[in-house]
C-alpha cells in the first residue's frame, strides 16, 4: 500500500476540518444574516434624506463583518474562533450624527448629507481605531475593565429601550413594525399602534414571536434553537402568504415585508457617496462631543466581553493583545468607509458550541459572509418585517431585562438608582446626556456613601498605646496616669470633604464636650498611617481645628507619613505642619515617645529639677525643649492638666527618687530605679548581686550584640540609652526598641539560653550593670533564695515590656 502525499494529507485534513466546522459556519452565517438585516436596516434614520439607505446600512454591516472576522482569523485575536460584527449599540449614536448633519447641511441637499454622514461615521471608526491601539501599545486593557460596570448597565439597558420605544432622537423597531418617521412623537406612535386591527398586528406579532421565543429557550437551550426559530417564521409568514393569495406589492405597500429600492445595485455602489467636493466639514467637526461620547461607549465593550469569553471558553487570553485587534480591524474599517466593530461575545460563544474552534472555521465564516456581500441587498425585499422587528424586540427585552432585573439583588440601592436614571435620561433626552449624568449620578453617590463610611478606625488615651521605648519602673507608672491627657484618633481611608466632617465633628466633642471637664486633652495625636490621601477641604479642616486646640493649649500630632508623600504635600499646601502647636513624625511610635518625653520633662521642670541622665532618659532624637514645644508649664501651673502631671509625678517619680536619696551602692540604686514598682528592693538581701555583676561605659555607636548571636548574660542600665532593632523572618518590617536607664536588656534570651532576638546598638552612651550567663548560673547555684527573687522580678519587668511592644506592634 503506497504513502499518501504530504500535500494530500494536509489537504484531507483541511476538508475534514471544514467539514466539522460547517455547522459553527452555518449558525454564525444565520446570526450575520439576522443582525446585518436588522441592524443595518436601521443604521440610518428613516427620515429623509436617509429614507433609503436601508440597504446601504445593511452593506456597510457586512463589510465591518468580514474586515474584523479577517483581523481576528489571521492572528489578531486570541480566540481561534472569534466571531466580529458591527457595535450594535451605537446605532442611537449614528442617528444622532446624521440628524446633526442633516439639520446643519439642509435636508434638501441629499448627497452633501449622505456624503458627510458616512465620512462621520467611518470617522468614529478611526478614531476609535487608534484609541484601541494607543491602550493596547499602553498595556491598559486591565485598567479600563475597572470603569463602574453598573453604567455600562445604565447604557445597556438605554439601547434596550431605545430598541422597544420611540425616543426623542431616535428611531426604534416600532417605527419599523409601523412605518413611522423619525420626528414622530410618542403620541403619535401611540395613536398608531391602536389605529386599527393591522396596526396593531404589525408590533403585536413581533413583541408576540419575541416572547414565545423567550419561552421556548427558558425551557430549552440548545445553541440551534435560536437560528432555527428565525428560519422557520418568514416560512410560517410565505405559507400564510401563498394561502390567502396575496400578492409582495400589496404586501410591501403595506409594510409587511420591507421595500427596498436599490435592490440591483451592487455592493460596492456605496462608495460612490464618498464625493469629497460634498463634504461639510465644518457639520463634521460640530459632531466631535458626540464622536467621542460614542467613542466612550465603544472603549467599553472588549474589557468586558474579552475577560466574560474567557471565562465561559476556559481560555487564557491576553486583554491587550485583544484591544490591539480591535485598533486593527477598526482603523481598517475607518480606511474602508465602514462603522466600528469588535468581537461578539454572543455569538463567538454559539460559534465554539457547535464546533467553531478554528481559525479555519472563522476564514469560512468570513468567506460565506463576503459571499452575502457579494450577492447584493436583493434579498432584504423578500424578508418579513415581523423578523427584524421579532430580533429586535427580542434583543431590546433582553438588555432591558439583564440590566433592570437581572441586578435587582446584585447591586447597592444607590446602583440600581444610577442604571434607572441612566436609562430613563436616555430615553427622555439623548443617549450623550443619558452617559454624562450617569457619571454624575455615581460621583454623587460616591460622595454620599463614602461620607457614610467610618473614617474614624479607632479612638482611644495614651494608656492605650504607649510607646516601645523601655522605662523605669516609677517612669512607666507616672506616664501610664498622665497618658490619659493624650486623645490619639486613628484615621484610615480617603479625608476628603465627605468623610472629614465626622473628624471634625468628633474633636470638637473631645474638646468642647462634657469630656472636657473630666478629662482635658493636652497632646491631640492623628494617626494617617491608613490614610490614603487628603484633599484640600480635609487640610483646612485641620486648619480650622488648630485654631480651636491652640485656644484651649492642646497640641495637634500628626504622624503616619512624610513630609515628601501625598499626605505630607497636602498639609504642607495649608501651613498646617509650620504652625504653633503642631507636630509632625513619621510614625505612630515616634509621636508617643514625643508626648512622654514632654510628660516626664513637665513634672522635672515644674519641681525646678534639671533632669540628669542618671535621673531622667531620653532618647536623644526625641530630645524637645519644653518652654518651646509640648506643654508650656508657665501658662498651665494652675490648670487641672497640669495639677494632674504633678499629683502623679508626685505618687511615682518623687516617691522612688525619695528612696533612692537613702541609697549609696550605684548597683543598689540601679535596682531600687529597675524593679521598686514590682517588689521591695531590701539593700542588705540584694548586695551580694554586686560581686555577680560587671559595671561597664559603652561608648556611642557600640554593638552589643546582633540578633541570632548567643546570650552571654542580661544588662540592667544605669545610664543612657539603648537601641534594640528586631528583624523578622518575613523581612517586610522591623521594629525599633529604645531602653533608657532603669530597664533591662538581653534577659529573656539569658534566662532561656536562647539565640537573641534583636540586634542592640549603643545609642547614646550609656553605663550598664552585666550579669553573664555563667554568674548567673552560680548565682542560682550558690544563693537559690536570692536568685529566685532576683528572676522573678525580671520576668515581671520583661512582661510588661513585651506587653507595652507587642501592643504596639498590634497597632
Keep these: 500500500m503506497g504513502v499518501p502525499l504530504h500535500g494530500g494529507s494536509i489537504a484531507g485534513d483541511v476538508a475534514l476540518a471544514s467539514m466539522n466546522a460547517l455547522p459553527a459556519v452555518v449558525l454564525g452565517l444565520l446570526l450575520n444574516i439576522l443582525d446585518g438585516v436588522s441592524y443595518g436596516m436601521i443604521l440610518f434614520p428613516t427620515s429623509l434624506p436617509f429614507s433609503s439607505l436601508g ?25 481561534d474562533g472569534a466571531n466580529g460584527s458591527m457595535m450594535i449599540e451605537v446605532v442611537p449614536f449614528f442617528h444622532i450624527l446624521a440628524t446633526s448633519i442633516a439639520r446643519e447641511v439642509g435636508e434638501d441637499r441629499e448627497r452633501e448629507v449622505i456624503a458627510t454622514t458616512l465620512v462621520a461615521y467611518a470617522l468614529s471608526s478611526i478614531l476609535t481605531g487608534l484609541t484601541f491601539l494607543l491602550l493596547g501599545a499602553l498595556k491598559l486593557g486591565n485598567l479600563i475593565g475597572f470603569f463602574p460596570r453598573h453604567i455600562l448597565v445604565g447604557c445597556i439597558g438605554g439601547v434596550g429601550v431605545f430598541l422597544i420605544v420611540t425616543g426623542k432622537t431616535g428611531i426604534c423597531r416600532l417605527t419599523v413594525c409601523l412605518r413611522l418617521t423619525e420626528d414622530a412623537s410618542p403620541l403619535d406612535i401611540l395613536e398608531m399602534m391602536f389605529e386599527n386591527g393591522v396596526s396593531f398586528a404589525m408590533w403585536a406579532l413581533p413583541l408576540v414571536l419575541a416572547l414565545v421565543l423567550r419561552v421556548i429557550t427558558a425551557h430549552w437551550r440548545h445553541q440551534l434553537i435560536f437560528p432555527i426559530y428565525f428560519l422557520a ?10 394561502a390567502s393569495q396575496t400578492s409582495l406589492g400589496s404586501l410591501r405597500k403595506a409594510g409587511w415585508i420591507f421595500d427596498v429600492e436599490s435592490v440591483g445595485d451592487p455592493w460596492w455602489s456605496v462608495y460612490a457617496y464618498f464625493d469629497l467636493s460634498l463634504i461639510h466639514f465644518v457639520p463634521l467637526w460640530k459632531t466631535l462631543p458626540t464622536q467621542f461620547a460614542l467613542l466612550f461607549f465603544n472603549i467599553l465593550h472588549p474589557p468586558l466581553n474579552v475577560p466574560a469569553l474567557s471565562v465561559s471558553l476556559d481560555e487564557d487570553v491576553d486583554t491587550n493583545r485583544e ?3 480591535h485598533g486593527y480591524s477598526n482603523l481598517l474599517a475607518g480606511l474602508t468607509g465602514t462603522v466600528p466593530n469588535y468581537l461578539v461575545y454572543v455569538n463567538t460563544l454559539l460559534f465554539y458550541r457547535v464546533g467553531g474552534t478554528t481559525r479555519l472555521a472563522g476564514l469560512l465564516l468570513a468567506i460565506c459572509t463576503f459571499g452575502l456581500l457579494v450577492l447584493g441587498t436583493g434579498p432584504i425585499a423578500y424578508i418579513p418585517v415581523m423578523v427584524v422587528g421579532a430580533l429586535i424586540f427580542v434583543l431590546g427585552l433582553d438588555l432591558v431585562k439583564e440590566a433592570v432585573w437581572d441586578t435587582r439583588h446584585r447591586v447597592t440601592w444607590f446602583e440600581y438608582i444610577t442604571i434607572i436614571s441612566i436609562m430613563v435620561c436616555m430615553t427622555v433626552w439623548d443617549f450623550v446626556i443619558g452617559v454624562l449624568f450617569g457619571i454624575v449620578v455615581s460621583c454623587f453617590f460616591f460622595v454620599v456613601q463614602n461620607s457614610q463610611r467610618r473614617s474614624i478606625r479607632a479612638l482611644h488615651t495614651g494608656v492605650t498605646a504607649m510607646s516601645t521605648v523601655r522605662r523605669p519602673s516609677i517612669q512607666r507608672e507616672y506616664l501610664r496616669e498622665v497618658s490619659k491627657q493624650t486623645t490619639i484618633l486613628r484615621l484610615q481611608g480617603y479625608l476628603f470633604f465627605g468623610t472629614i466632617t465626622h473628624v471634625e465633628d468628633t474633636i470638637r466633642t473631645i474638646i468642647e464636650g462634657p469630656s472636657w471637664q473630666t ?9 494617617l498611617t491608613l490614610v490614603a490621601g487628603v484633599d484640600m477641604s480635609a487640610a483646612e479642616a485641620f486648619v480650622r481645628l488648630q485654631r480651636i486646640l491652640a485656644a484651649k493649649h492642646v497640641t495637634l500630632i500628626f504622624c503616619g507619613f512624610s513630609a515628601d508623600s501625598p499626605i505630607g504635600r497636602a498639609l504642607e499646601s495649608v501651613d498646617i505642619l509650620d504652625m504653633e502647636g503642631v507636630e509632625s513624625f513619621l510614625t505612630f511610635n515616634d509621636a508617643m515617645e514625643w508626648t512622654e518625653n514632654a510628660y516626664l520633662r513637665a513634672w522635672f521642670r515644674s519641681q525646678k529639677v534639671e533632669p540628669v541622665a542618671t535621673t531622667l532618659a531620653l532618647p536623644g532624637r526625641q530630645s524637645v525643649d519644653i518652654e518651646h514645644q509640648g506643654i508650656k508649664i508657665g501658662s498651665l501651673a494652675t490648670s487641672p492638666r497640669f495639677s494632674h502631671i504633678r499629683a502623679a509625678g508626685d505618687r511615682t517619680i518623687a516617691s522612688g527618687q525619695m528612696i533612692m536619696s537613702n541609697v549609696t551602692s550605684e548597683v543598689h540604686n540601679t535596682l531600687v530605679r529597675t524593679f521598686s514598682s514590682y517588689g521591695e528592693i531590701d539593700p542588705e538581701e540584694f548586695q551580694p548581686l554586686e560581686s555577680y555583676m560587671q559595671r561597664i561605659s559603652l561608648p556611642a555607636g557600640h554593638v552589643l550584640w546582633k540578633q541570632l548571636d548567643q546570650p552571654d548574660g542580661l544588662y540592667i542600665i544605669e545610664s543612657g540609652v539603648l537601641r534594640a532593632t528586631y528583624h523578622f523572618a518575613d523581612h517586610t518590617r522591623c521594629v525599633e526598641e529604645s531602653m533608657v536607664g532603669g530597664t533591662l536588656a538581653g534577659e529573656l534570651s539569658a534566662l532561656s539560653d536562647l539565640p537573641r532576638n534583636a540586634t542592640v546598638v549603643v545609642e547614646q552612651p550609656a553605663v550598664v550593670w552585666k550579669l553573664p550567663t555563667k554568674d548567673l548560673r552560680r548565682l542560682e547555684i550558690e544563693r537559690p533564695a536570692l536568685a529566685h527573687k532576683f528572676v522573678g522580678l525580671i520576668l515581671k519587668a520583661a512582661k510588661i515590656d513585651y506587653d507595652t511592644l507587642l501592643a504596639a506592634l498590634a497597632s
Design 55 to 79: 440597504p446601504t446600512g445593511v452593506t456597510l454591516f457586512f463589510i465591518t463583518c468580514v474586515l474584523s472576522q479577517l483581523v481576528y482569523t489571521f492572528g489578531g485575536s486570541g480566540f
Design 323 to 325: 484591544l490591539v485587534a
Design 519 to 527: 478629662n482635658p486633652v493636652q497632646f491631640l495625636v492623628l494617626d
Design 233 to 242: 417564521v418568514p416560512m410560517l409568514f410565505y405559507i400564510v402568504v401563498l
